[in-house]
């Protein structure tokens, strides 16, 4: 701003002055002056009008003098041209393949009654499905799934993933839960991938139910070349759920409901056109008369999708209708999608689609700082196709969201909020929530928003009472609310749009012959065609009671009075026709010579640009540290210093500008229109850019540490990054301006720009970057485009835009001397309009000379793998050509191209400082047909006026891009000379042209050259394929580097040895000084055939010699070496210091690997049976020279050595401990060095100390029990024995290859891969079979000794080190261990994988085992091949599917060059082990023993040494210590052995100086595997490794045995005693009386078909039932997966059985047995066999807190007690529904045989008949005893009573019925 003052203009300057004014008394008086010095001096009434809104813009960020001068300085403010950018255009979004692979592990805590859970799998259309688990409510699945998209990756992101749980029935699954995540979010986490996560279900119909249940499993989403971490699965019972939760890092575990609300209110400006073609021929009768549009709004989010309703024939539709969302929050799904459609008769058409994303309107931060998604109430502007009105629109996809939108289509009104439900859905907390959004202010908008809150509650109120389940359901609501009539009242602002076109060249000639003119439009303001007038505006505004059109605007600036609105406003150029451009006939131009057009075009906006300037405020920032970053790349190549010194400027730079913004930023600005957001955005900015700023401080302060320049780069990067991310404002205000260029009123190409880009405000900081400069646009086609060139004109434009109170400064920073030429103002009119045209009078005359010099690195164009390059230089309205170079893709063209009689028009100061650019294309020549474009850069001339001192331009690489794709480099200057009155001779002198009048670039500018040598080695070609159908036979490379070079000898038969006879030659060249400048180095093989004949088969390119730039190492000073004594010294001293600390009664050993473990014998400690822990295992494993730094992979390594010294007595019992298994063999090495690895993971050992610690006391927790009685003691060790690792040996477990680990082991020789054929496709994807074989060899180069002589005689640097390259045999041993996430070949889903290796013409297939049904095989397989090398040197391991029919599938391959191992420093022969043993599972496997391959090693470097003494070697200068001597009983001799030592010092190889380097230890590679139809897509991983034996060696051991171990057989007895307290259900219709008939079931989950049951328990009153009843169950098992294996067909059509693992789980259930309807549940038991709760004694202490609160020391394993009885709890959904008393017992297979048990009460062993009450019978069988028990034993008196009584009364009724009989038989009888 500063620099302001100096300018010639005093308008200018009395401007400025204004605003100094308003800075210096801001403190006193504020806004009234600040206004005025901003706007002129205006009456006061205009100022009071115009003071809160001027105010608050000068206010908003007026940057104080201080601040501003420090921190923007003088960058440039009044530079006329904006910064020249090489790239044209970003590159359309490609199309990229993306596999998205699922792995369903396993659920747990499902809710639901005894379920069939199956999960269903949906992305998009795609669906699939796991197999259904009976009966359970935590099923094991470990299934696998993967879904291929192909799609650009903003639309693949939107895709939803929805996982659902369902419980399987015959007709119709139950939803149980479900879970939904947007692929973007999985493809933001750290690996791309979710991997062991617990994802929370959710009843989307019912979301006050909360959880129901967890599903662990795995999502990664993989793109091409992305690695997924392939992580080593834990499987831990206990593990803590809602720790582990599926949810981004930082996101809470608990996730409330919360509602999103979008309101839409309106939208204007929409197409008026009808899509459907019968409206098109309605409008072709009825004429335009009205809107033909019937638009609605669609809002989707998180997969769900709520649409407004219709309003018909309304381009400015008015809704106020709100859709509602239901989802967790924070939601997984990052983007709300708004799509405005319009409704037609046969099919609805999308006007336009707009996006939201949730991270740009929330900030997730913890506290107050963070705030919840709130948007608007603001304008979205909505972009898409042209506005036409053709019947079918050819550009579509841009208004679905595809692609750029490349014109405007109105804009809608919406607002967004979220409320959080706590408790149900049905109390609406929206108005209050709206009140803390909105605090109420002063102005008419909040008041609206507070109103509309009031409604949404009766919105809210009838919603529930017309649909009340909808409230809790997730389904969308839509529902109108009102909105009072303040919120129509927008503040609108005058806005001026001016342009001045300076240059409108490189038109295509296809659109060139009609007259050409270009429009320029804001919004609808100025777009011509599409029959929108400029009064539109004015028109709406009429309507919305404001004033009227014809009413004046306030007074403008000084002197101006007031311009009328009905001034002609110009938004169109005048059409010309276009001249051809010299010297190149495909390109037009437009003759805007001294004749400049403007536009001018006034539009009506929301005042909200104060949106705008912070964006731009934050830009400058970005763009300023990009800068800086820039210069200190640069600068890295010259000076580490000077690079540190900018660094820390640019920082210093950045901490300034953040203090001005937060400074500016806690100023109150009294604003009325700022929305919730606006004042949130503004918090989140201050807040960022204050921790941004102390980073940068700490950075800069550096007290902990010294931050190298990298981190520093690596943080101002990230500083960057997360401010580009604050520019981006979502709530939008003046819609980007387009350029369209029109032929013949037919819109053709165009250019979008932002509108914050050339917005104009006073103050610097807040100005657009392009706002009032000369900015060059590159007009490109609408819709998708075709690749190539795509340049359909060139524009150079000065735009400003801004509020018409500023209309003042419109033209201040043209380039000087123009004159405006301003159209004929009607009568009536008093102000002057802004020019039609300027007019530069002045011209001058210039030389352009363009010194094309070199190029590399370009894209290849030909079949052949090259191109013949050659390029077209065009500025202004002038263009040459370079010449062509055949066949190369590092041209050097060496030709100065010369333009004369350049004419430029205006100041010839400005020129010099701001000249136009030149544009370089780049061609590839075709003999027939058209040239192909290959790239093109941008770059600006260097000026040299005619009375200036010349000075030669330096040649400076340019970067060349084709689309998106870099396309190499390009190494040129430009200069720009002004050609004096007295004509062309005095410009500075050209070198004479050749022949073909090609001029040379003068010798001034070539960089200067001094002599190099480049020594080559040759070793051989590998991997040739066939060229023109041939196969190559005789090849031979040719090396070339700047037109110098060297041929290779001819290989005579490649097939029989691919090496060169010949293996190092050299060249001398002449290179540049500056490395910077060295040309590339190409390497080209040719076959040659028949006839002398000579066929290219391939190149490649070097473009960076650097790493091949051979540096003389500096010789070492002498007092090194007693610094080497120091070190031992130092190090002998420090170990009584470590012994002290250890507790007394140890011996202390030095060995780093300790003792061998079970082979090599050992003395018995006798002071105490505890093992010794080793003095030095700490973590740094170097006794000699504890300064070296110790490489933390390495730390992690010496975790594992800690073998220590204990009789081998106890050493087996430690391990027959582990979990039943008694047999150690190479998978107890395998799976303790697989848990290694996780327990790194965990601890994450950045330097081993941790991890140490445990292990040691580890040690001596386990040694010390050594009495019989372990039962008490193993719980105490339990826990512990799960820190210390198992103490086996290990290997390493690498997640990547071998190669990644080691640099390729590029160590001796270099592989260059040969290309061949066309490389221009964008994303590479033909990058495979493009390569045509390799090159090994290296280069070294170096500046030529003078003395030439003495080199020559001596052997070439290059040969040092270097192996003879003759053939050798070796025997190869491959072990294939495991592979998984293999790629599904079978349509179930599944594969059937078998190994196949390759390896020159052998082939092994290993058909007969291949795996049925499996996509994690255990392969467990090794081979062994003869190879010789080099005609056999390259690998391939392949994984097939093996197919009853048809061929076999490839799943995916891997190959390995097995050269470059065999060869290697590292060697990679074969891996050192952990430990020396001579027997057992970890015996030595290699040839030779360590002592032997140390002597090897000494020899081979050069070394002294080995000497070996007891107790130590020595190497050189190095001493080692350790055990030498060994000795297992006391009355035994003691043994002498190195090995264990002289292995230490290999595993330690890297410290020895010199010369040392890493060696390979043993160890298991994860190779990812691929196949060449899903190029660079991972299809799954094999684990192996290869081991190499010479055959002029000793030959080696046996193969080690790795193949799988068998499962062990096992039978659980388990016997169910007696339930109690069984809830009862059935209740007794007379009595009413509750109880249950009790029965148990029982299997063994995986083995449903062996379901057993007691039988029943009839009538229990108690719930107490006794069944004395034995369940069998063998199973077959891993004791050290500790899973369960299943074999079984999976249906009555598989053919093999699948074999799965799982984990061995018990399921108990009890049940109400029912006679006629099916049974009831009442509640289960599921047990863990590894780990379940300890039984309860009695069945009182028996509690549903056995089984929930149980920690890990509590729970038992089955495998380890055997025998176990008691009480257990069964639970049914969270509730206590019984207990039951079982006995298990664990025997193997083995022990099963020999003492049979019988099932239920059956012999053998038989178990006898329960003493169960009389009650307990059925009815259905014993009616009797039913009434015995139901009647009698309740009702027996009254039974009783009544039996008296009717005997009574019987007796009665006989007595009175026999009385008259008998009386009168007596009287008869008697009277006798």
């Known amino acids: 701003m500063e620099s302001a003052e100096g300018t010639p203009q005093s308008h200018r300057k009395g401007l400025f002055a204004g605003i100094k004014l308003k800075k210096k008394k801001k403190g006193d008086k504020g806004l009234t002056i600040a206004n005025k010095g901003a706007v002129g001096d205006h009456d006061d009434t205009d100022s009071l009008q115009q003071e809160i809104p001027v105010g608050q813009e000068g206010e908003e960020i007026a940057f104080d003098d201080a601040a501003s001068t420090s921190s923007f300085g003088a960058s440039g403010s009044w530079r006329k041209r904006a910064k020249v950018v090489a790239k044209i255009h970003e590159g359309e979004p490609k199309f990229q393949n993306y596999q998205i692979a699922i792995t369903i592990i396993e659920a747990r805590q499902l809710v639901g009654e005894n379920i069939d859970p199956v999960v269903i799998i949906e992305i998009g259309d795609e669906k699939k499905q796991t197999t259904v688990k009976e009966g359970t409510n935590s099923p094991f699945y470990n299934e696998y799934f993967v879904f291929d998209f192909n799609g650009p990756q903003v639309h693949l992101f939107d895709k939803i993933i929805k996982i659902s749980v369902m419980h399987n029935k015959l007709i119709g699954s139950v939803l149980i839960g479900s879970f939904k995540v947007d692929l973007g979010t999985v493809y933001l986490q750290p690996g791309h991938q979710f991997c062991d996560k617990w994802a929370l279900l959710t009843d989307p119909a019912d979301i006050r139910t909360g959880a129901k249940g967890y599903l662990k499993c795995d999502i990664s989403v993989a793109g091409k070349g992305d690695t997924i971490q392939a992580s080593q699965k834990a499987s831990d019972a206990e593990e803590q759920i809602e720790k582990n939760l599926l949810i981004p890092k930082g996101f809470p575990s608990e996730r409330p409901w919360a509602r999103f609300y979008v309101r839409i209110y309106k939208a204007e400006g929409l197409p008026k056109m009808n899509s459907s073609i019968m409206a098109n021929v309605t409008k072709a009768f009825m004429g335009d008369s009205k809107d033909l549009v019937d638009p609605f709004v669609v809002v989707t989010f998180a997969g769900q999708m709520g649409r407004t309703t219709v309003q018909k024939n309304c381009a400015d539709p008015v809704w106020h209708e709100q859709v509602v969302f239901k989802e967790m929050f924070p939601p997984l799904c990052r983007r709300v999608k708004i799509q405005v459609w319009d409704e037609g008769s046969m099919n609805d058409v999308a006007l336009a689609t707009h996006f939201i994303d949730l991270k740009k309107i929330s900030n997730e931060q913890d506290g107050d700082k963070g705030f919840l998604p709130t948007f608007g109430p603001s304008w979205i502007n909505l972009y898409g196709s042209p506005r036409n009105h053709s019947l079918m629109d050819d550009y579509q996809e841009l208004n679905e969201g595809y692609g750029e939108g490349v014109s405007f289509r109105g804009r809608l009104l919406i607002e967004l909020a979220v409320e959080i439900l706590s408790g149900g859905a049905h109390e609406s907390k929206f108005s209050k929530l709206i009140k803390e959004i909105k605090p109420s ?26 649909a009340s389940d909808k409230t809790n359901s997730t389904d969308v609501e839509v529902e109108p609310f009102d909105v009072p009539p303040e919120i129509h009242e927008e503040t609108f602002e005058d806005f001026l749009l001016f342009g001045a076109f300076f240059e409108a060249t490189m038109i295509d000639r296809k659109i060139g012959d009609k007259p050409i003119s270009f429009e320029v439009s804001v919004g609808n303001f100025g777009n011509v065609i599409d029959g929108v007038s400029p009064g539109a505006g004015g028109k709406k505004k009429a309507h919305e009671g404001e004033e009227e059109e014809s009413a004046p605007l306030l007074h403008e600036g000084s002197g101006d009075a007031s311009h009328d609105i009905a001034m002609p406003l110009v938004s169109t150029t005048h059409p010309e026709k276009p001249l051809i451009t010299e010297g190149n006939r495909n390109y037009n131009y437009l003759p805007y010579d001294e004749k400049k057009p403007c536009v001018y075009i006034k539009s009506f906006w929301g005042d909200q640009t104060f949106r705008l300037y912070f964006s731009n405020v934050l830009e400058k920032m970005a763009d300023l540290l990009e800068e800086g970053l820039e210069q200190v790349r640069d600068l890295i190549k010259v000076s580490e210093l000077a690079s540190e010194e900018k660094m820390r400027s640019t920082l210093n730079e950045f901490i300034n500008q953040s203090r001005a913004f937060i400074a500016n930023a806690e100023k109150k600005p009294k604003v009325m229109n700022r929305t919730a957001l606006d004042k949130k955005r503004l918090t989140l900015c201050k807040q960022e850019l204050e921790a941004m700023a102390k980073d940068a ?15 520093m780069m690596r943080e101002t990067e990230g500083f960057i990054e997360n401010i580009r991310f604050l520019v981006d404002e979502p709530q939008h205000t003046v819609p980007d301006v387009f350029i369209w260029m029109l032929s013949n009123n037919k819109r053709v190409a165009y250019a979008r720009i932002p509108a914050m880009d050339v917005l104009y405000s006073p103050v610097n900081e807040q ?20 690749s190539g060139w795509n340049v359909h004109g060139k524009v150079d434009v000065y735009l400003w835009l801004g509020s018409t109170k500023y209309a003042h400064t419109i033209l201040d920073n043209l380039p000087l001397g123009y004159e405006t030429e301003t159209p004929t103002a009607s009568a009536g009119h008093h102000t002057a309009p802004p020019p039609a045209s300027l007019i530069y009078k002045t011209k001058m005359m210039f030389q352009l000379r363009a010194h094309m010099y070199q190029a590399r690195g370009l894209i290849a164009a030909d079949t052949s793998g090259l191109s013949d390059p050659f390029a077209k230089v065009t500025f202004v309205s002038h263009c040459q050509t370079t010449k062509i170079i055949q066949q190369t893709l590092s041209p050097t063209w060496n030709q100065m191209l010369l333009f004369n009689n350049i004419v430029l028009h205006g100041d010839e100061k400005e020129i010099s400082e701001f000249p136009p650019v030149v544009v370089v294309e780049l061609y590839d020549d075709d003999a027939v047909g058209k040239s192909e474009y290959i790239g093109s850069t941008v770059a600006t001339p260097v000026v040299t006026l005619a009375g200036e001192k010349y000075e030669p331009p330096k040649l400076c690489y340019h970067p060349v891009y084709c689309g998106n794709l870099s396309g190499g480099d390009l190494l040129a200057a430009f200069e720009l000379l002004q050609i004096s009155d007295s004509g062309p001779e005095n410009l500075p002198p050209v070198d004479p042209p050749d022949v073909s009048q090609i001029y ?35 090849p031979q490379v ?42 590339p180095l190409s390497i080209c093989v040719v076959d040659w055939r028949a006839f002398g004949r000579s066929t290219l088969v391939g190149t490649h390119t070097i473009n960076c010699l650097k790493q091949f730039l051979y540096k003389p190492k500096e010789l070492p000073a002498p007092p090194a070496k007693d610094a080497g004594f120091a070190d031992t010294g130092a190090a002998q001293a420090l170990q009584p210091v470590q012994a002290a600390q250890l507790p007394v009664d140890h011996i202390y050993v030095d060995v780093e690997h300790g003792a061998p473990v079970l082979a090599v014998p050992e003395p018995e400690p006798v002071v105490s049976p505890a093992p010794s822990p080793l003095s030095l295992s700490a973590p740094s494993p170097k006794p000699v020279s504890p300064s070296t730094p110790e490489p933390a992979k390495d730390g992690k390594q010496k975790d594992l050595r800690k073998s220590s010294r204990r009789s081998t007595k106890r050493k087996k019992r430690t391990i027959a401990d582990e979990s039943a298994e008694n047999v150690i063999d190479w998978w107890s090495k395998y799976y303790a060095s697989v848990q290694k690895v996780q327990k790194a993971k965990v601890l994450d050992f950045g330097d081993g100390k941790p991890g140490n610690t445990t292990q040691t006391s580890g040690h001596v927790t386990l040694s010390i029990e050594d009495e019989p009685d372990r039962k008490k003691k193993d719980k105490l060790v339990k826990k512990k024995v799960k820190e210390a690792s198992p103490k086996l040996a290990t290997l390493e477990i690498y ?48 500046k030529n000794p003078d003395d030439c002589c003495s080199g020559e005689g001596s052997q070439p640097k290059i040969l040092q080190g270097i192996p003879p390259n003759h053939s050798v045999k070796v025997l190869i041993r491959v072990y294939v261990v495991a592979a998984f996430n293999l790629s599904p070949a079978d349509p179930d889903g599944k594969s059937d994988p078998y190994i196949v290796l390759r390896l020159g013409n052998t082939e092994i297939k290993d058909r007969d085992n291949y795996i049925p049904k499996q996509l994690n095989p255990v392969f467990g397989r090794s081979f062994e091949l003869q190879a010789t090398f080099p005609k056999e040197s390259l690998l391939s391991v392949l994984i097939y599917d093996y197919d009853m029919i048809g061929s076999d599938d490839l799943i995916g391959e891997t190959k390995i060059d097995l050269e470059n191992r065999f060869y290697s420093r590292h060697r990679a022969t074969c891996g050192l082990q ?24 000494c020899k081979d470097n050069r070394l002294n040494g080995p000497y070996m003494q007891p107790g130590k070697i020595q190497i050189g200068d190095k001493v080692f210590t350790g055990q030498t001597v060994f000795q297992e009983d006391e009355n035994e001799e003691p043994v002498e052995s190195y090995e264990h030592l002289a292995l230490k010092v290999l595993r330690s190889w890297n410290e020895i100086p010199g010369v040392g380097c890493k060696l390979v230890p043993e160890h298991i590679e994860t190779r990812p595997i691929y196949h060449k139809d899903k190029p660079g897509m991972e299809q799954g991983r094999v684990q192996m490794w290869v081991d190499m034996f010479p055959k002029d060696m000793p030959l080696p051991g046996p193969p080690v045995d790795i193949s799988p171990r068998k499962p062990k057989g096992y039978e659980l007895r388990v016997i169910i005693w007696n339930t109690e307290d069984v809830i009862l259900e059935d209740e007794n219709i007379f009595t009413g009386q509750k109880s249950s008939d009790i029965y148990v079931k029982g299997w063994l989950k995986g083995l449903e078909d062996d379901r057993q049951e007691t039988d029943v328990h009839y009538n229990s009153l108690t719930g107490e039932g006794n069944f004395n009843w034995r369940f069998v169950f063998p199973f077959h098992y891993l004791p050290a997966e500790k899973h369960m294996v299943i074999c079984k067909r999976e249906n009555i059509f598989s053919l093999d059985k699948t074999e799965r693992k799982i984990p061995a789980e018990l399921v108990l259930q009890v049940w109400d047995f029912e006679r006629l309807s099916s049974d009831d549940f009442l509640g289960s038991l599921e047990m863990n066999l590894n780990g379940f709760p300890r039984a309860a004694k009695t069945a009182k202490r028996c509690d549903i807190s056995m089984v929930t609160e149980t920690s890990e020391e509590n729970k038992i394993s089955i495998f380890q007690q055997k025998r176990i009885r008691g009480w257990w709890p069964f639970i049914k959904a969270g509730e206590l529904t019984g207990k039951v008393e079982a006995e298990f017992h664990l025997v193997t297979a083995e022990e099963a045989e020999k003492n049979p048990v019988g099932k239920a009460r059956k012999e053998p062993e038989p178990l006898e008949k329960p003493n169960r009450p009389d009650t307990s019978f059925s009815w259905f069988v014993n009616p009797f005893k039913c009434l015995y028990h139901l009647i009698w034993r309740n009702y027996k008196k009254y039974i009783i009573i009544g039996l008296i009584l009717i005997i009574l009364i019987i007796f009665l009724v006989l007595f009175v019925y026999t009385l008259p009989g008998a009386i009168s038989r007596r009287i008869v009888v008697g009277s006798t």
Do not use: M
């Open 1038 to 1079: 040719l090396i070339e580097c700047a037109a110098k070079g060297v041929k290779s000898c001819v290989i005579q038969s490649y097939k029989n040895n691919p090496n060169f006879n010949i293996q190092a030659d050299w060249f001398e060249v002449e290179l540049p000084e500056n490395e910077l400048l060295h040309p």
């Open 441 to 466: 202010s002063k102005d008419k908008d909040a008041k609206g928003s507070k109103g509309t809150g009031k409604d949404k509650d009766k919105g809210a109120e009838d919603g529930k009472s017309s």
């Open 1295 to 1342: 997640d990547g290859d071998l190669e990644s680990e080691f640099n390729n082991f590029e160590d001796w020789v270099k592989t260059f891969e040969l290309f061949r054929g066309k490389s221009n496709d964008e994303d590479h994807s033909d990058y495979d079979e493009r390569i045509i074989g390799k090159f090994k060899g290296c280069f070294c180069i170096y």
């Open 1474 to 1497: 952990s430990q020396y043993e001579i027997e057992g599972y970890n015996a030595w496997r290699d040839a030779t023993k360590p002592t032997e391959i140390l002597t090897k090693l």
């Open 767 to 786: 100005r657009g970057k392009h706002c009032g400069r000369i900015k060059t646009h590159f007009l490109k086609l609408p819709g998708k485009r075709p």
């Open 697 to 711: 401080k700490g950075i800069i302060q550096q007290q902990k540490k010294k931050i190298l320049l990298d981190e």
């Open 1000 to 1034: 040379p670039v003068p010798a001034t500018i070539r960089p200067v050259l001094s002599k190099y040598r480049v020594e080559v080695l040759f070793w051989g070609l590998r991997e040739l394929k066939k060229v023109q159908l041939l196969s190559v036979d005789r």
